[in-house]
T-cell receptor, first 111, second 117 residues
Framework: QKEVEQDPGPLSVPEGAIVSLNCTYS??????FMWYRQYSRKGPELLMY????GNKEDGRFTAQVDKSSKYISLFIRDSQPSDSATYLCATLTGGGNKLTFGTGTQLKVEL | SAVISQKPSRDICQRGTSLTIQCQVDSQVTMMFWYRQQPGQSLTLIATANQGSEATYESGFVIDKFPISRPNLTFSTLTVSNMSPEDSSIYLCSVSGLAGVDVETQYFGPGTRLLVL
């Protein structure tokens, strides 16, 4: 079993839709949860990160962590074609440096 | 954030040869890492590049295959040695420990796309 599971998609939505991207993880020691966005032929770009359980909002993006169910979510409101990319979830143990990634979900927002 | 550059951006190599990838950051950082991204697979940490000492390798990766240098706080190299087609991948440098930024935050370079024939 992979430590971080993520549906690879592809996920296709119309412009303006609310997008929900999700990951599950197995290691209870993970305390930091990140979301990266990766455009084609580019390196991953950090979108948001949260510590422990709870929600964090940044503009159209909301990250949500439920440690009791080991579930990580990223919501994108009013999705735009420019949001089309691969979204990677990643986790980190407290005091650690090694990021553990999901495989990424490919998102396409269509006009 | 940091501006991270990698050279080369892409290369096509023959099996049995070696390629050295460079990573340059525009500010001093505490930590530098090397990852591999293979199609359909998760980004996987190869090693942590330690300044002035040997790199720390993850399970499944060895120094003879992936020698790493880190001569200072802004530069590192990864060499892919004795390449085979299975080494075809994207290799990514990442950094953390920028001044004024949470140490948990890692920034990635643009990647080096390697194809081994």
């Amino acid at each position: 079993q992979k430590e971080v599971e993520q549906d690879p998609g592809p996920l296709s939505v119309p412009e303006g839709a609310i997008v929900s991207l999700n990951c599950t993880y197995s290691n209870s020691a993970f305390q930091y949860f990140m979301w990266y966005r990766q455009y084609s032929r580019k390196g991953p770009e950090l979108l948001m990160y949260t510590y422990s359980s709870g929600n964090k909002e940044d503009g159209r993006f909301t990250a949500q962590v439920d440690k009791s169910s080991k579930y990580i979510s990223l919501f994108i409101r009013d999705s735009q074609p420019s949001d089309s990319a691969t979204y990677l979830c990643a986790t980190l143990t407290g005091g650690g440096n090694k990021l553990t990634f999901g495989t990424g979900t490919q998102l396409k927002v269509e006009l | 954030s940091a501006v991270i550059s990698q050279k080369p951006s892409r290369d096509i190599c023959q099996r049995g040869t070696s390629l050295t990838i460079q990573c340059q950051v525009d500010s001093q950082v505490t930590m530098m890492f090397w990852y591999r991204q293979q199609p359909g697979q998760s980004l996987t940490l190869i090693a942590t590049a330690n300044q002035g000492s040997e790199a720390t390798y993850e399970s499944g990766f060895v120094i003879d295959k992936f020698p790493i240098s880190r001569p200072n706080l802004t530069f590192s190299t990864l060499t892919v040695s004795n390449m085979s087609p299975e080494d075809s991948s994207i290799y990514l440098c990442s950094v953390s420990g920028l001044a004024g930024v949470d140490v948990e935050t890692q920034y990635f370079g643009p990647g080096t796309r390697l194809l081994v024939l």
